[in-house]
């Protein structure tokens, strides 16, 4: 059974790709800080049928991430990564606090490239695999108060767009995918969406997706119909 390791899999985005890749047949290993959300959704995944692990990690931490894919990749079949874990403070640029923006680049950008550089070795062993990052519409445009987190994605833009040139025409499929805001936990601290409820739900997201993974670049624009 093929693994795909899925960060930020304890809820939104991650937990609903987590249930479709389930439901495909993968072994998923739910990645993240709260080992409390992931064993959620890895009990949701078992009682549907799925097969599922919890791997608590932080991504930033280079020790944490490589020891833990190591131990990981010792166990499993790894066949891919997605990429979703992710934060975002908004506000007037100005009015940033230094603790937010390292956390944005640290989580953001670090966090996805040191997840890919442990993970991609044993892909390229393989012969074959997929890495898949989460990016947001916010990394192809700037947008208002959201300069240091578009930044962030902008990064992860160009580090995903290389990996694609790089590995063009390899069995490693890279994807690229950015859409708008979801109706989502995320904003749960925040002020900066008035009204999550008009924004594509993060199951309807995952779906389309899922239906478009072998596109090398797919966008979802946040608002409903």
């Not at 580090?159 to 979801?182: C, D, H, P, W």
């Given at each position: 059974m093929k693994t795909i390791i899925i960060t930020g899999g304890g809820s939104g985005l991650g937990k609903e790709l987590a249930l479709l890749f389930s439901q495909k047949g993968y072994h998923v290993v739910l990645a993240g800080r709260t080992v409390e959300k992931l064993s959620s959704v890895r009990n949701e995944l078992a009682d549907g049928g799925g097969n599922a692990d919890v791997m608590v990690v932080d991504i930033r931490n280079r020790e944490d991430v490589f020891s833990k894919v190591k131990e990981l990749c010792g166990k499993y079949d790894v066949y891919g990564l997605v990429n979703n874990a992710g934060v975002g403070h908004f506000g007037p640029f100005g009015d940033m606090d230094d603790a937010q923006i390292v956390e944005m680049l640290d989580t953001n950008v670090l966090?996805?490239?040191?997840?890919?550089?442990?993970?991609?070795?044993?892909?390229?062993?393989?012969?074959?695999?997929?890495?898949?990052?989460?990016?947001?519409?916010?990394?192809?445009?700037?947008?208002?108060?959201?300069?240091?987190?578009?930044?962030?994605?902008?990064?992860?833009?160009?580090?995903?767009?290389?990996?694609?040139?790089?590995?063009?025409?390899?069995?490693?499929?890279?994807?690229?995918?950015?859409?708008?805001?979801?109706?989502?936990?995320?904003?749960?601290?925040?002020?900066?969406?008035?009204?999550?409820?008009?924004?594509?739900?993060?199951?309807?997201?995952?779906?389309?997706?899922?239906e478009q993974m072998e596109q090398d670049t797919i966008v979802i624009e946040s608002k409903k119909g």
């Open positions: 966090g996805t490239i040191l997840m890919t550089k442990a993970v991609l070795p044993i892909l390229l062993g393989r012969r074959e695999g997929r890495i898949m990052n989460i990016i947001s519409t916010a990394g192809l445009r700037g947008k208002v108060n959201e300069a240091v987190y578009c930044a962030s994605k902008f990064a992860v833009r160009g580090f995903t767009e290389s990996l694609q040139k790089e590995f063009e025409g390899r069995s490693i499929k890279i994807n690229a995918v950015y859409m708008g805001g979801m109706d989502t936990p995320f904003w749960t601290d925040s002020d900066h969406v008035k009204d999550p409820s008009r924004l594509r739900s993060a199951r309807e997201v995952a779906e389309f997706i899922m």
